[in-house]
């Protein structure tokens, strides 16, 4: 029993690195990676990987405009269906002040949960 105890306490740690070892100095790898998780229900793991290009791309430089946005696109998803408004609006104010003509796809503008929250920002952001 002790065993069987020990091993379930290892699957976080498990988990946890396998989601580390996704993680790659390409921004591009890490995008795709990110936008799967989430398009698969992953939401740990693409808030990590995400991040994770956001933050070494404001010290390498190598993650394009157009990813940056993307991954503040996807994370603001993330917070919006986790009923994070505050965070869903600044995810989608940093891709703004980004891309200030970035807009969501027909798409996902319906969304119920984001959908309304950027048409928001998006206006606040243009006074």
Same mark, same amino acid.
């Given at each position: 029993?002790?065993?069987?105890?020990? /091993?379930?306490?290892?699957? $976080?740690?498990?988990?946890?690195?396998?989601?580390?070892?996704?993680?790659?100095? &390409?921004? %591009?790898?890490?995008?795709?990676?990110?936008?799967?998780?989430?398009?698969?229900? &992953?939401?740990?793991?693409?808030? +990590?990987? *995400?991040?994770?290009? +956001?933050?070494?791309?404001? =010290? &390498?430089?190598?993650?394009?405009? @157009?990813?940056?946005?993307?991954?503040?696109? =996807?994370?603001? !998803?993330?917070?919006? /269906?986790? &009923? @994070?408004?505050?965070?869903?609006?600044?995810?989608? %104010?940093?891709?703004? #002040? /980004?891309? $200030?003509?970035?807009? *969501?796809?027909? @798409? #996902?503008?319906?969304?119920?949960?984001?959908? $309304?929250?950027?048409?928001? @920002?998006?206006?606040? !952001?243009? %006074?």
């Amino acid at each position: 029993m002790k065993s069987a105890t020990w /091993i379930i306490s290892l699957a $976080p740690l498990l988990l946890g690195a396998c989601a580390i070892a996704s993680l790659n100095s &390409d921004s %591009r790898q890490d995008l795709v990676v990110g936008v799967k998780s989430f398009q698969e229900g &992953d939401m740990a793991t693409a808030t +990590l990987v *995400l991040n994770h290009l +956001l933050n070494h791309s404001r =010290y &390498d430089g190598l993650a394009t405009k @157009e990813d940056q946005v993307t991954a503040h696109k =996807y994370l603001a !998803f993330i917070h919006c /269906i986790s &009923d @994070e408004v505050t965070q869903c609006r600044s995810e989608f %104010r940093k891709a703004l #002040e /980004i891309d $200030p003509q970035f807009k *969501l796809k027909p @798409e #996902e503008a319906g969304h119920p949960k984001w959908g $309304p929250v950027f048409s928001e @920002e998006k206006a606040r !952001f243009a %006074r």
